[in-house]
């Protein structure tokens, strides 16, 4: 990726910063699945997790709750204004052991960690499959990814709503024709993966997919 793509694209999700929380409340996208998806890394006290992605750090109260202040917290986003927002939200819940990465994740050298949560973020990175090599390979032997993001309907009325949410994520820069769980499936061990029908936008699915690197 070219540095003036970065750049776009940095700019990009610095205009989403100022509404990310409400808009994620406002679709459902929120509470129920971050809480699946932090739960399936298997986290415990003291451990070093990488929040990819990390937007506003919504993750953060449930990252914290699961390493404890012994833990690390590793936030990484590309958007300046989005890490802005977490770190007002990491000094507001007195999160002293969060640290603040900003940069391309398929790009960037990664700290070493036990687990990494990617969510809301594989159909918006442009390198999707790079971002993903390079999550993994900052993973110590037995450490954890867990994805959640959207993806289109299998079923009815997949083949009435796939073409308009299509279109949708398009026009907002995402890709949601990618199957980043298949290319998990070469990565790391045991991947697995869990659907919930038609999602909050009721016009997608979201899955979580999640597995270990040996």
């Known amino acids: 990726m070219s540095g003036n793509s970065i750049t776009d694209l940095s700019s990009y999700w610095n205009r989403w910063a100022s509404v990310w929380d409400i808009m994620l409340r ?17 986290l415990r006290k003291g451990m070093t997790v990488l929040d990819i992605a990390c937007g506003t750090g919504l993750n953060f109260p449930y990252l914290f709750q699961a390493v404890g202040p012994e833990g690390r917290i590793i936030a990484v986003d590309i958007a300046p204004k989005m890490l802005q927002k977490a770190k007002e939200r990491a000094n507001k819940n007195g999160l002293n052991n969060v640290e603040f990465i900003q940069g391309d994740v398929s790009l960037i050298e990664l700290p070493y960690a036990d687990a990494a949560p990617a969510f809301w973020c594989m159909i918006s990175i442009p390198e999707h ?20 993001d959207l993806k289109f309907i299998n079923d009815f009325p997949g083949a009435i709503l796939n ?3 299509n279109q949708i994520c398009r026009f907002t820069h995402q ?3 990618r199957e980043p769980w298949l290319y998990m499936e070469q990565l790391i061990d045991n991947v697995k993966m869990r659907e919930w029908k038609l999602g909050g ?4 699915n979201v899955y979580l997919a999640w597995g270990e690197k040996k």
């Open 26 to 42: 406002l679709v459902g996208l929120d509470c129920r699945y971050r809480e699946q998806g932090i739960s399936v890394l298997n």
């Open 129 to 148: 499959q790079m971002a993903l090599e390079n999550i993994i390979s900052s993973l110590l032997s037995g450490g954890r990814l867990a994805v959640l």
């Open 163 to 165: 073409p308009i949410f």
């Open 175 to 177: 890709d949601v024709n």
């Open 201 to 204: 936008l009721l016009l997608s």
